[in-house]
């Protein structure tokens, strides 16, 4: 927020934000958010914190209260109530495209994987959230329900997911074992709209290192996806990966993901 996110939460206007790398306390992430709000606007949902203070957390709010919300992972190898601040989800009613008649529920999951390692005891740990990821994505996903997982998933599925991808072969975040992860995913129904939007280009890249000169020559990954279940995919109108005009006018090293679809809160 000191670096610039409010005027761009101002003129976005997200109905609905997820975080990740929250870091901070329920307190200080809703007053620090609410400060900077519209008269009248106030933030509110559900936030995972970390167990260790300064780590992880992810958040999903709004102005509508969801109608349930879940604030960790089950059966992800890590035990359910396993505080590690990386999977939230949140349900909100809404109305589809055929209007007050057309109510539904929509599922918003805030995700945070593991950077993991390769070759050392990390790179297990994020393997297995992964499996756990996909197992309670089918659930999630079952009967033609309206889900999305968005966040930062540390992984660049494709080639055109990130500008050095030679000098990335076997390392985290490009394993042969993580992009299959995707390809099991999409081969189940689950769309990358952002991607089915861009076509076969390089990016549209959502991070960049703050060092050396990567955002400048536009270096960069995408790893933070709006992944949706197939009966979502059909109500994308629009997406939008907000890159900063320049490395000075940056408020994080990530860039927001937005996706418009055609769906209202009530």
Do not use: C
């Not at 606007?41 to 300064?54: F, I, M, P, R, Y």
């Amino acid at each position: 927020m000191r670096r610039g996110m409010g005027p761009w939460l101002l003129e976005r206007r997200p109905d609905l934000l997820a975080l990740q790398e929250v870091r901070a306390s329920d307190e200080i992430l809703y007053d620090t958010l609410n400060q900077g709000a519209d008269p009248g606007w106030e933030w509110t949902g559900v936030h995972a914190e970390a167990s260790g203070k300064g780590r992880a957390g992810v958040a999903v709010l709004g102005s509508a209260k969801p109608v349930a919300t879940r604030d960790s992972l089950p059966d992800n190898g890590f035990g359910e109530q396993d505080g590690l601040g990386r999977w939230v989800e949140a349900d909100y009613a809404v109305t589809g495209p055929g209007g007050a008649a057309d109510l539904r529920t929509l599922t918003v999951i805030s995700a945070y994987v593991f950077t993991g390692e390769a070759g050392t005891s990390r790179q297990p740990q994020k393997e297995t959230f992964l499996a756990g990821m996909r197992t309670r994505l089918d659930e999630l996903a079952a009967g033609g329900a309206l889900v999305v997982l968005t966040g930062d998933l540390n992984v660049a599925h494709r080639e055109e997911d990130l500008k050095n991808w030679k000098g990335n072969l076997g390392k985290a975040g490009f394993l042969p074992s993580e992009r299959a992860w995707f390809d099991e995913l999409f081969a189940a129904g689950w769309v990358d709209v952002v991607r089915r939007a861009a076509g076969d280009v390089p990016g549209p890249y959502s991070w960049w290192s703050w060092r050396g000169q990567a955002f400048d020559n536009d270096t960069g990954w995408r790893i933070d996806y709006q992944l949706t279940s197939p009966a979502l995919a059909a109500l994308v109108l629009a997406t939008a990966t907000d890159r900063a005009p320049s490395y000075a006018e940056r408020w994080s090293d990530h860039a927001p993901v937005v996706v418009d679809y055609d769906l209202t809160l009530t």
